[in-house]
């Protein structure tokens, strides 16, 4: 009964009574009296896990999972644009390819000069992002290789 008390209090106080959008301070600066929590806003789909590819670029069967890779860069990258003090970082080629020829001409220059300001990153150039855990030594170079063609 005490944890559902505490649980309904939290929430409570987390309610903005007056439905003023909440704002948060996204900026760089360190505050040496705080933790500093670094979030690294990045991505990991894998492609042909449990749909295939065009499945989880498309957003179709969601009853297997739901993803949508398509709308993630779209969101991230309109989101970039709105806030210079956001950064996001991309790891699979394979779906940023795919996404990166249905753009028009205008989008692909919005998102180059993300990646030229800094705000938007590439990490590993894969193919797609490996899993670290029980990866073979060969199919990681084989997909980072792949993914840098």
Known sequence: MQCVLLLL?????????????IHYNTTSKRDPS???IHLVPHTHDDSGW???????YWG?????????????LSTVVQALLDNADRKFSYA??????????????????????LVASGQLDFVNGGFVQH???????GAMIDQTTRGHR
């Open 9 to 21: 209090l939290c929430c409570a106080g987390a309610v903005n009574s007056k439905a003023q959008p």
């Open 60 to 72: 179709t069967r969601q009853d297997v999972q739901m993803a949508g890779v398509q709308y993630v």
């Open 131 to 137: 899993d670290e855990a029980a990866a073979h030594y």
């Open 34 to 36: 705080k933790l500093n």
């Open 50 to 56: 449990l749909k295939t590819f065009e499945q989880y």
């Open 92 to 113: 699979e080629m394979s779906f940023f390819t795919r996404w990166w020829h249905l753009q028009t001409p205008r989008v692909q220059q919005q998102v180059r000069q």
